[in-house]
């Protein structure tokens, strides 16, 4: 179920408060397919702390991914086709950015 910005900021913030909230340590990003981004593309594993959400629109998605960027996390705040879902997640030794 698509979220808001505001919300979709508010769970980020609270989940990444809960797990170290230094935003150098996380790695934010769009897809369209967020758990094949992040298990495939980069090498995220069980365990590992991360979630996604669903935007309402790409470019929601986008800016809450650009919010987070310009807090110093790594990622890629571009918007992208079809590219709804926002994910984060604590950057670890075995994750490719």
């Known amino acids: 179920m698509a979220k808001s910005k505001s919300e979709i900021l508010n769970d980020f913030q609270e989940f990444m408060g809960r797990h170290g909230a230094n935003y150098r ?6 897809s369209a397919d967020p758990k094949q981004q992040m298990f ?26 650009e919010f ?10 571009t918007p992208t086709r079809n590219a709804e879902f926002v994910y984060a997640y604590k950057r670890a030794s075995h994750t490719k950015p």
């Open 25 to 30: 340590d996380w790695y934010v990003g769009t």
């Open 40 to 65: 495939g593309a980069h090498k995220f594993k069980n365990g590992d702390k991360g979630l996604f959400r669903q935007a309402l629109s790409e470019l929601q998605a986008a800016e809450v991914a």
């Open 68 to 77: 987070f960027t310009g807090l110093g996390a790594k990622g890629n705040a």
